[in-house]
């Protein structure tokens, strides 16, 4: 190999290891993923992580973005050993982080490389992340709100009420799948009356939650009234709570299905339940065998604290005055869930509609 050569494959490894930073910094992780080779391995044992192909690499990393508040990546020149078509490296990284769930720090790390010649060019063939200092203290600075998600989400004043459009609704939608639940975007609320039919089978025991979706969208009363399925809600209207109080906790925490909506839904695939009595919060949290939400568009919100800043001014208040109407006293968020991800694939299907219903 000659000295010109060589010092061209030191550029472009080099600027490999600064597209990679710039990829995970812009949350672009189909660029990201396409700086590995076709069976390229991205491992991190710390986190722990072990993503294997182009198509890991790309779910993986957008798994681990939707957990972010926000990111910092900071890549500093290492060392490069060529070796014809092949070469081995290291990259000195600095990360600032916090998580939507209040984790954060500051980690100063090694990236052991192999990096592999192709056609479209260097590529790494394997990144092995080694942590070699971690800092967990609070962090004393935040992100701007104005620049949370950029480019994602520019500057704009966000609304409770208006229908997410089509972009944003299928961000949410990749983002949700990525984390584990199935998800689908409907026209309008018959399209989700007719989905609830086919995935919900006759006989089964089905909760509903109390919820203003599932009554308008005409659910509610499918499931509870038509006598298709063995719906708990009816069943514990009849027993006596101060003597049946176990036998409703029981039906309440584990049917075969939960069918409800949620106050919000983010962009990074989270969604946000909020209850004033606890009583629906463990069956959509993984009691009930299988799960299914109904949400309006205008319930997507970018982020969480978007989403907690949805229940306490716009769904709260709304939700307090039908309580008041029906049971004579406010409502109030006395448990909130909130669902980052689906552990077990295929439990819980999230129903995306491209209207506004309930609040």
């Known amino acids: 190999m000659n000295d010109f050569q060589a010092i061209a494959d030191r550029v472009e490894i080099e600027a490999l290891r600064g597209e990679f930073t710039d990829a995970a910094m812009m949350r672009d992780r189909p660029r990201l993923a ?3 080779t076709p069976d390229g ?11 294997l192909g182009r198509e890991e690499i790309r779910a993986g990393g957008e798994r681990l973005q939707s957990q972010w508040d926000f990111f910092v990546q900071t890549t500093h020149p290492g060392t490069i050993v060529l070796d014809g078509d092949t070469a081995t490296g290291r990259a000195y990284i600095q990360e600032l982080a916090r998580t939507l769930d209040g984790r954060q720090g500051l980690n100063y790390a090694v990236y ?12 790494f063939a394997e990144r092995v992340y080694e942590v070699r200092y971690l800092d967990t203290s609070p962090l004393a600075g935040t992100a701007p709100r104005s620049a949370q998600d950029s480019p994602a989400h520019p500057t704009q004043a966000v609304s409770f009420t208006d229908p997410a459009p089509a972009e944003r609704l299928e961000r949410t939608a990749a983002a949700l799948r990525a984390n584990g639940f199935a998800a689908e975007i409907l026209d309008d609320a018959a399209a989700a009356r007719r989905r609830v039919d086919d995935l919900v089978p006759e006989g089964s025991s089905v909760l ?7 009554r308008l969208s005409g659910i509610d009363e499918d499931l509870n009234t038509s006598g298709r399925y063995d719906a708990i809600r009816p069943r514990v209207l009849t027993i006596d709570r101060a003597t049946g109080a176990d036998e409703i906790r029981k ?10 909506s949620v ?7 989270s969604l946000v339940l909020a209850s004033g009595s606890g009583s629906q919060v463990p069956a959509n949290a993984g009691g009930a065998a299988h799960a299914v939400w109904i949400v309006g568009a205008q319930k997507v919100v970018p982020d969480l604290s978007t989403a907690l800043r949805r229940v306490e001014e716009h769904a709260l208040p709304l ?9 004579g006293m406010p409502s109030a968020v006395n448990r909130l869930l909130v669902l980052n991800a689906e552990p077990r694939p295929g439990r819980g299907t999230v129903l995306l509609l491209r209207h506004a219903i309930g609040y």
């Open 34 to 36: 396409a700086l590995f």
């Open 319 to 327: 939700e307090s005055a039908r309580a008041q109407a029906v049971y």
């Open 208 to 214: 509903t939650g109390a919820s203003e979706t599932l």
């Open 41 to 51: 391995a991205l491992r991190m044992p710390n986190i722990p992580a072990e993503l």
């Open 112 to 123: 052991h490389d192999r990096y592999q010649r192709t056609a479209e060019g260097w590529r």
């Open 251 to 260: 039906l309440l925490a584990t049917p075969e299905f939960v069918v409800n």
């Open 263 to 269: 106050a919000a839904v983010t962009e990074t695939g």
